[in-house]
């Protein structure tokens, strides 16, 4: 079964990748690789997170996604956010949209309701998932099932930027679900290399990375 078919804006992906390089959200060290929690190594380091503190990069992004859902999935009715990165700029999205919002944690309350969604979902309602960074798809599928388990569906999960690894692009096929980032890591490095955060002859190993990570560095 073939899933929808998202695409961003490549001006748009081309801004959000210089907004993120410019506050440091997303960080490339060719020649001193990153560790990674899993031992990784890797010339890439994300902290989406940053983008909160910066009111027009989070309006850009804010708007990025909505657009998205405004072109993609114009029936969508309510925008559920990713615990933790995606729960601010869904609510910010939900504004634009004027639509009902939810957060997915990444497991359930151990008291009380044990809440997995917090917030009003209901049967059958048309959910699209924001997140704050795609990676292997892993856990961004898991938010999305959350959402199709409690009744609604999840009709695609949208990030704001993406290593493209092929793993997460498997995972969301095989689950029958789109998804879509604002910005990928081509993009970032296209934009690095002109800019001067990177070099030419840097250029092949990083594009190498994100095919095969495990041996980068090795």
């Not at 009380?112 to 961004?140: A, C, F, Y």
């Not at 009709?155 to 990928?184: C, D, H, M, R, W």
């Not at 990083?206 to 095919?211: E, G, M, P, V």
Request: aromatic share 8%; proline share 5%.
């Amino acid at each position: 079964m073939s899933i929808q078919t998202i695409k961003t804006d490549p001006q748009l992906a081309e801004q959000i990748a210089q907004a993120l390089l410019k506050i440091g959200a997303v960080a490339l060290r060719p020649n001193q690789p990153f560790t990674w929690t899993s031992g990784l190594k890797s010339p890439i380091y994300c902290d989406n997170r940053l983008t909160i503190s910066y009111p027009d990069i989070r309006d850009a992004i804010a708007e990025g996604f909505a657009a998205l859902i405004r072109d993609n999935f114009p029936d969508a009715e309510v925008i559920a956010g990713a615990a933790t990165g995606g729960i601010p700029h869904a609510a910010w999205v939900a504004q634009k949209l004027n639509l009902p919002m939810v957060y997915v944690r990444d497991k359930a309350k151990g008291h009380g309701k044990e809440n997995l969604i917090e917030g009003s979902i209901k049967p059958g309602q048309k959910t699209v998932v924001i997140e704050d960074l795609i990676s292997t798809g892993g856990s961004s599928l898991k938010v999305a099932l959350a959402v199709n388990d409690a009744g609604a569906e999840a009709l695609a999960v949208l990030g704001i930027f993406s290593y493209q690894f092929e793993k997460a692009t498997t995972a969301f096929e095989g689950a029958g679900i789109p998804f879509e980032t604002l910005t990928n890591y081509s993009i970032l490095l296209d934009v690095a290399l002109k800019q001067g955060s990177i070099q030419q002859q840097d250029l092949d190993a990083l594009r190498a990375w994100s095919t095969n990570p495990s041996e980068y560095g090795s």
